[in-house]
């Protein structure tokens, strides 16, 4: 039981590049999240989805968006990355009230 | 958007003193959780706050949820190295469509040294 996972666990991005970022549980929870981490913001809620098929928009959505093919995947991509991107980005899923957070990405874009 | 703000947002302390961090928001949630997260990890729930003026303690941490139930505390008693962390608290609220969603607060850095 891997719970959430997430790859790449690092990745540098020259800006207008564009990547995927993708987040897999193993636990058959319906809700996901994608957050970013900056240093004194707590983290901030990017997209997440309430189940297989549907997705919605967090705080901060712009410049991102997010697909969920598969219950147990998550995927949250950049079309044309800008330094203001440059974050730790962590996936989660929710069982009742605890979210279970993945490891992290640390992107970062020149 | 709303928002929680933590205080303080960093803390350096030794070995077996006590400490309080605080949450506060403007804003009314159905709780409140903390979370612990160390270097290159991601949060890791600790507790979970429902009931307004509400007590729950971990071992040596003890979790107050604000009779409002806008603000919240985190007691650390004799920290111990291991305790070092970020610590973040997170405010929920219930969506419209079903389910809920977290906001989180800024972040106490907390270090404690031997």
């Known amino acids: 039981n891997a719970g959430v996972t997430q790859t790449p666990k690092f990745r540098v991005l020259k800006t207008g590049q564009s990547m995927t970022l993708l987040c897999a549980q193993d636990m058959n929870h319906e809700y996901m999240y994608w957050y970013r981490q900056d240093p004194g913001m707590g983290l901030r809620l990017i997209h997440y989805?309430?189940?297989?098929?549907?997705?919605a928009k967090g705080e901060v959505p712009d410049g991102y968006n997010v697909s969920r093919l598969k219950k147990q995947n998550f995927l949250l991509g950049l079309e044309s990355a800008a330094p203001s991107q440059t974050s730790v980005y962590f996936c989660a899923s929710r069982e009742r009230a605890e979210q279970f957070f993945g490891p992290g990405t640390r992107l970062t874009v020149l | 958007t709303q928002l929680l703000e933590q205080s303080p947002q960093f803390l350096s302390i030794q070995e077996g003193e006590n400490l309080t961090v605080y949450c506060n928001s403007s804003s009314v949630f159905s709780s409140l959780q903390w979370y612990r997260q160390e270097p290159g990890e991601g949060p890791v729930l600790l507790v979970t706050?429902?009931?307004?003026?509400e007590v729950k303690k971990l071992k040596r941490l003890t979790f107050q949820f604000g009779d409002a139930r806008k603000d919240s505390s985190l007691h650390i008693t004799a920290a111990q190295p291991g305790d070092t962390g970020l610590y973040l608290c997170?405010?929920?609220?219930?969506?419209?469509?079903?389910?809920?969603?977290?906001?989180f607060g800024t972040g106490t850095q907390l270090k404690v040294e031997l």
């Open positions: 997170a405010g929920a609220y219930i969506l419209t469509g079903g389910g809920n969603k977290l906001t």
């Open positions: 706050v429902v009931t307004g003026g």
């Open positions: 989805s309430v189940g297989e098929g549907t997705t």
